[in-house]
């Protein structure tokens, strides 16, 4: 498994199936040594974040995030579960934000999706799993990129220059006011992806499983622990620095 470092992060959502077309085959060519029709190729799709405030690391993006992954990602593989020494299974080839003026986010931003479209050739390794995908079965991915700009919504302070005292999911006051509202560190910024995983475990509602469970399991562990977890990977952090 590929080790990350204090500024790496991963993010999840869901995928779809989709059709390709002939503009999705010209973009999807660039990336071949010998030209593939619709019929060589199985396509999805997938919402692989929004700058919604719901991040259950309490990590959100910026429409600002958003739009560099846009850039950055196209071109780059999918792999199982962010391990590097996994099969290439697909890849990316193009991307797009959906933005919706008529809903506004917590941070005050139009709400935005990043939607990337992925491709896998049409083989007898990759039956098996392009079955699960159309069953429903596998639909959950996971992205993985670096963070260059994280900042906290309680002061203000960016973390990747140093790090605040706020800890994520924990409830302050913010100006003096006596009404808390949770600590998130804001993904404001991104300078490069790596890769788009398959995974089992999303991160973001969005991907709409195990979201019963994650806030279960949230309500049970009481805040002294979740506060020791937090310390103990803000040492982790600064130890691979």
């Given at each position: ?22 503009d999705d085959m ?206 103990d990977c803000m ?6 620095k």
């Amino acid at each position: 498994m590929m080790k990350l470092n204090s500024t790496d992060l991963t993010k999840a959502s869901c995928l779809k199936s989709l059709e390709a077309n002939n503009d999705d085959m010209k973009l999807i060519n660039k990336y071949t040594l010998s030209p593939l029709t619709a019929d060589d190729v199985f396509t999805f799709k997938t919402v692989m974040g929004t700058n919604e405030f719901n991040d259950r690391n309490y990590e959100p993006f910026t429409k600002s995030a958003l739009e560099d992954l846009k850039n950055l990602y196209p071109g780059k593989p999918m792999i199982f579960n962010h391990d590097i020494y996994s099969k290439q299974v697909a890849r990316v080839y193009d991307t797009e934000l959906v933005v919706d003026a008529g809903k506004q986010t917590e941070g005050g931003e139009p709400y935005t999706e990043l939607i990337a479209k992925a491709y896998m050739a049409k083989t007898s390794d990759n039956e098996s799993l392009i079955t699960d995908i159309k069953a429903g079965i596998v639909k959950e991915v996971s992205t993985g990129f670096r963070v260059s700009k994280l900042v906290c919504n309680i002061c203000g302070k960016d973390n990747i220059k140093s790090s605040c005292p706020h800890l994520p999911g924990v409830k302050y006051a913010v100006n003096g006011s006596s009404e808390k509202k949770p600590c998130h560190l804001v993904i404001e910024n991104c300078s490069d992806a790596y890769e788009l995983s398959f995974v089992n475990v999303p991160a973001q509602p969005n991907a709409g499983t195990r979201k019963a469970y994650e806030e279960k399991q949230m309500k049970e562990t009481n805040e002294k622990e979740r506060l020791q977890l937090y310390v103990d990977c803000m040492k982790y952090k600064e130890e691979i620095k």
